[in-house]
């Protein structure tokens, strides 16, 4: 059964605390993206990655960090320099960097920071 | 940068009443995804418009692209209360086949 997995579905942290959201995909794409939704809003890209150690900043970069190891997995690290990090995390990907192919998103993580 | 601007932001209707939202640009695009969030979900694609004056039907949702590529909207006829949810739509401008530019959204709203 193919899809994208995104664990755990809500994380609560202190402020302070880096905290890392996993986000693995069994589609053998080669793009996937991770964005930041707040309540209300629509969708803001953080970063994203086209091919295996290779991945670019997205709009709002800033106190989130990224690695692309492996072609399945693109965790994210919300790190402590990150001024609002409470938010709807979504992962995506989708099969090759054209913007003509649709993007494949994950269940998302709710993350609490307090 | 480029921009998608997506109207309205809100739409209350009665079940069996059509809704209607709209992107629109100020430049040119390549070509234009729909995407449906239902409330606490995760967006769900629903097509892709890619040619002038393109028109595509699926069930009661029809969705355009303008004859310029440069607006595009996404109609539903007779509503029932399994529409709502919030309807983006995704664009990527002519030239630039990497990154999407997302609308904020129009969330919907449908009262039985």
């Known amino acids: 059964d193919g899809g994208i997995t995104q664990s755990p579905k809500y994380l609560f942290r202190k402020e302070g605390q880096n905290v890392t959201l996993s986000c693995e995909q069994n589609?053998?794409?080669?793009?996937m993206y991770w964005y930041r939704q707040d309540p209300g809003q629509g969708l803001r890209l953080i970063y994203y990655?086209?091919?295996?150690?290779?991945?670019q900043k997205g709009d709002i970069a800033e106190g989130y960090s990224v690695s692309r190891e492996k072609k399945e997995s693109f965790p994210l690290t919300v790190t402590s320099a990150q001024k609002n990090p409470t938010a709807f995390y979504l992962c995506?990907?989708?099969?090759?960097?054209?913007?003509?192919?649709?993007?494949?998103f994950g269940p998302g993580t709710r993350l609490t920071v307090t | 940068g480029q921009q998608v601007m997506q109207i309205p932001q809100y739409q209350h209707v009665q079940e069996g009443e059509d809704f209607t939202t709209y992107c629109n640009s100020s430049?040119?695009?390549?070509?234009i995804q729909w995407y449906k969030q239902r409330p606490g979900g995760h967006p769900v694609f629903l097509i892709q418009?890619?040619?002038s004056g393109e028109v595509k039907k699926q069930k009661r949702l029809t969705f355009q692209f303008g004859e310029a590529k440069k607006n595009s909207s996404l109609h539903i006829t007779a509503t029932q209360t399994t529409d709502v949810g919030t309807y983006f739509c995704?664009?990527?401008?002519?030239?630039?086949?990497?990154?999407?530019?997302w609308g904020l959204g129009t969330s919907l709203a449908v009262n039985p």
């Open positions: 589609l053998n794409h080669d793009a």
């Open positions: 418009l890619v040619k």
């Open positions: 995704a664009a990527s401008g002519a030239g630039n086949n990497r990154k999407l530019i």
């Open positions: 990655s086209q091919i295996v150690n290779d991945f």
């Open positions: 430049t040119t695009l390549s070509n």
């Open positions: 995506a990907s989708k099969l090759g960097q054209s913007s003509s192919y649709e993007q494949y």
